[in-house]
């Protein structure tokens, strides 16, 4: 297995551009979730799904879309760029909700906006 | 407001034992998390506590006090490949999917 898989690795961007990041998981989770880390700063939830088809807004949002169209595949799109959204971004999946419940996370997508 | 507070940076020494500790303040609390993260890579689950008291596994070990709201990652044996940052996680009261997160502990190890 896999796991979870983020593509690209890396990006450089210049402001107002767009672009959309790939995750896919092919461990039959149910959950998944963006986040982006930033020096000094806990991990923080954008976006999340709770099952294919189905999207919900985390902590910080704006200047993101998603999409699961498919269980397996979490795609997050930024429609105009700002050097505000350089950061690492990583997707998790957890098999379902529960407190218990451990996220597992892909490798991380390095973006850089210019 | 919901807020995780770890140190930035500890260092310790191969084979010594280190302590790394987490305080929190959320809306109610359903389990806390410890994750080890190295350089470039991703986060990876080192272990969850719901109950008081400590958690052991292998050479790590977990504590959770939540009438102090607080809890600690125990290395013991330390080797070099420990040197990674660790981030401690608390999932809030009513969540199921939520997780707030500390800013992460970066861990020297030296020779």
């Known amino acids: 297995n896999a796991g979870v898989t983020q593509t690209p690795k890396f990006r450089v961007l210049k402001t107002g551009q767009s672009m959309t990041l790939l995750c896919a998981q092919d461990?039959?989770?149910?959950?998944m979730y963006w986040y982006r880390q930033d020096p000094g700063m806990g991990l923080r939830l954008i976006h999340y799904?709770?099952?294919?088809?189905?999207?919900a807004k985390g902590e910080v949002p704006d200047g993101y879309n998603v999409s699961r169209l498919k269980k397996q595949n979490f795609l997050l799109g930024l429609e105009s760029a700002a050097p505000s959204q350089t950061s690492v971004y990583f997707c998790?999946?957890?098999?379902?909700?529960?407190?218990?419940?451990?996220?597992?996370f892909g490798p991380g997508t390095r973006l850089l906006v210019l | 407001g919901q807020n995780i507070d770890q140190p930035t940076e500890m260092t310790a020494t191969e084979g010594a034992i280190v302590q790394i500790n987490c305080t929190y303040q959320?809306?109610?609390?359903?389990?806390l998390f410890w994750y080890q993260q190295h350089a470039g890579e991703a986060p990876t689950f080192l272990s969850y506590?719901?109950l008081d008291g400590l958690e052991e596994k292998g050479r790590f070990s977990s504590f959770l006090s939540r009438s102090k709201g607080y809890s600690y990652l125990l290395l013991k044996e330390l080797q070099m490949k420990d040197s990674a940052s660790y981030l401690c996680?608390?999932?809030?009261?009513?969540?199921?999917?939520?997780?707030?997160w500390g800013a992460g502990t970066k861990l020297i190890i030296k020779p």
């Open positions: 998790a999946s957890s098999l379902a909700g529960g407190a218990q419940e451990t996220q597992y």
């Open positions: 461990m039959n989770h149910e959950y």
């Open positions: 799904s709770v099952g294919e088809g189905t999207t």
């Open positions: 959320t809306s109610g609390f359903n389990g």
């Open positions: 506590n719901v």
């Open positions: 996680a608390v999932r809030p009261g009513g969540s199921n999917y939520q997780l707030i």
